[in-house]
């Protein structure tokens, strides 16, 4: 059974501090990726990753940046956590580059930033 | 840019009836075309596809039809049932490296 597994459903930190969010796929996939969900806004790229250490940004970049040491695990960090980046977290990933693959989503993490 | 817009929720319905989420799309490119669903407290799942005009994607009693005239993906189930109740997300693929964009979700509510 294919899995998604994120290393937090819940995280609590304050203002300044610096967030790493832990994302690990068992299907040996090239494609992870990083969203963030929020109410009224769906789904928004913050990140891909189509092999080890290389990345891409998606649409909200800005304040995030991303790891990808090896080919299962993707981390994305909040270098200083701000209260506007409080929200639910998704990591995802697919298979090879070429195709049309469907993604995987793992549970989300709920970070909320006091 | 790409974008998708989907219906606003949520949408309200009692076992059995018919739903139809609606579902239509900007892209500059020849997009693929999926639903995802999210059930509360998980995250996303693929529902159905289409990656190409006039195809049907189909699943757990869902359909949707790819229609390039109307840039239309439209959700769709002749009777929903209490555990259909879940968020749906229209998304499209047009960016490589299967990237996605997606609607902003349509809540279903399904009443006994």
């Known amino acids: 059974d294919v899995k998604v597994t994120q290393s937090s459903r819940y995280l609590v930190k304050r203002t300044g501090e610096k967030v790493f969010l832990e994302c690990v796929q068992d299907m040996d996939h090239e494609n992870m990726f990083w969203y963030r969900q929020d109410p009224g806004l769906g789904l928004r790229l913050i990140y891909f990753?189509?092999?080890?250490?290389?990345?891409e940004k998606g649409d909200i970049p800005e304040g995030y940046s991303v790891s990808r040491e090896k080919k299962e695990r993707f981390s994305l960090i909040l270098e200083s956590a701000s209260t506007n980046q409080t929200s639910m977290y998704l990591c995802?990933?697919?298979?090879?580059?070429?195709?049309?693959?469907?993604?995987?989503f793992g549970p989300g993490t709920r970070l909320t930033v006091l | 840019g790409d974008s998708v817009t989907q219906m606003e929720g949520p949408v309200t319905l009692s076992e059995e009836a018919f739903l139809t989420i609606n579902c239509t799309y900007t892209?500059?490119?020849?997009?693929?075309l999926f639903w995802y669903v999210q059930y509360p407290g998980e995250g996303l799942q693929l529902l159905l596809k289409?990656?190409?005009?006039?195809d049907k994607g189909s699943n757990k009693g869902f359909e949707a039809t790819y229609r390039k005239e109307t840039t239309s993906f439209h959700l769709e189930k002749g009777s929903v049932q209490v555990s259909d109740s879940a968020v749906y997300f229209c998304?499209?693929?047009?960016?490589?490296?299967?990237?996605?964009?997606f609607g902003k979700g349509t809540m279903l509510l399904v009443s006994p």
């Open positions: 990753s189509y092999d080890v250490k290389m990345k």
């Open positions: 892209a500059t490119g020849y997009p693929s």
């Open positions: 995802a990933s697919s298979g090879p580059n070429g195709q049309l693959n469907e993604q995987f």
């Open positions: 998304a499209l693929s047009d960016r490589g490296y299967s990237t996605l964009t």
């Open positions: 289409a990656t190409k005009a006039d």
